[in-house]
C-alpha cells in the first residue's frame, strides 16, 4: 500500500499561520491526486475542508486553503483560532483507490 | 439535509464476518457521479480508507483487504451495505460511511460505529 506522509505534529500561536504537507511515496503530488484535506476533533467524524487540491466545501472557513507545494499538497491555515486546534488528514487517489496520510496533530498555543 | 448513518455489531468474534450498513438521506445513489465509501478509524490512529461504491455499481476496495472486503447497494432503500470476513482483532476500529458527491470526495460523513474484535 502506497504510504502517504503528514508532519506528525505542528504547533502554531493564534492569529498566525502554519502550512500542513501531504508528501506521496510514488512522487510527486500533483493534481491528479485530486488532494483532500479533513479536520477531526476528539471524539467526532472527520470534516471535509478541502477537495480536489484548492476546493473549500461551503462549510470551510476563508481562512483554509489548498495548494501544491514543491512537490506536495499543502493546507494553509491564516489567522488561525484556537478552535483550528485538531488532527488534520489528506487523502491521495491513486487510480484503484485512495490512501489517507497519517494524519498531523495542530496544536494552537 | 444529508446524513448518513452506520449500523451493525458492536463485538464480533475472531474468523467471523462483520456486516454494516451505512443508511442514508437526502440523496440518492442513482445519481450520476454520486458514491458512498467506508473509512475505518483503529483507537488512536490514522484513517484508512476500505471501499467505495458508485451510483452505477462500480466498485473500488483497498488492495491490502479487496479479498476480505464485499460492499453492495440498494438504492431503493438508501442503503450500502460493507461485509468484512475473517475479522481480527486488529479490525478493532470506529467505521464510517461517507458520502462521495458528483465533485468532491467524502464530503458528508456518518458519526460512526465502533466495533471490537474479541473473544
Known amino acids: 500500500q502506497t504510504v502517504v506522509t503528514q508532519e506528525p505534529s505542528l504547533t502554531v500561536s493564534p492569529g498566525g499561520t502554519v502550512t500542513l504537507t501531504c508528501a506521496s511515496g510514488t512522487g510527486p503530488v500533483t493534481s491528479g491526486h485530486y488532494p483532500n484535506w479533513f479536520q477531526q476533533n476528539p471524539g467526532q467524524a472527520p470534516r471535509a475542508l478541502i477537495y480536489s487540491t484548492t476546493n473549500k466545501h461551503s462549510w470551510t472557513p476563508a481562512r483554509f486553503s489548498g495548494s501544491l507545494l514543491g512537490g506536495k499538497a499543502a493546507l494553509t491555515l491564516s489567522g488561525v483560532q484556537p478552535e483550528d486546534e485538531a488532527e488534520y488528514y489528506c487523502l491521495l487517489y491513486y487510480g484503484d483507490g485512495w490512501v489517507f496520510g497519517g494524519g498531523t496533530k495542530l496544536t494552537v498555543l | 439535509q444529508i446524513t448518513l448513518k452506520e449500523s451493525g455489531p458492536t463485538l464480533v468474534k475472531p474468523t467471523q464476518t462483520l456486516t454494516l450498513t451505512c443508511t442514508f438521506s437526502?440523496?440518492?445513489?442513482?445519481?450520476?457521479?454520486?458514491?458512498v465509501g467506508w473509512i475505518r478509524q483503529p483507537p488512536g490512529k490514522a484513517l484508512e480508507w476500505l471501499a467505495l461504491?458508485?451510483?452505477?455499481?462500480?466498485?473500488r476496495y483497498r488492495p491490502s483487504l479487496k479479498s476480505r472486503l464485499t460492499i453492495t447497494k440498494d438504492a431503493s432503500k438508501n442503503q450500502v451495505v460493507l461485509t468484512m470476513t475473517n475479522m481480527d482483532p486488529v479490525d478493532t476500529a470506529t467505521y464510517y460511511c461517507?458520502?462521495?458527491?458528483?465533485?468532491?470526495?467524502?464530503?458528508?460523513w456518518g458519526q460512526g460505529t465502533l466495533v471490537t474484535v474479541s473473544s
Open positions: 437526502g440523496f440518492s445513489l442513482s445519481t450520476s457521479g454520486v458514491g
Open positions: 461517507a458520502r462521495r458527491g458528483s465533485t468532491s470526495l467524502f464530503e458528508y
Open positions: 461504491i458508485y451510483w452505477d455499481d462500480d466498485k
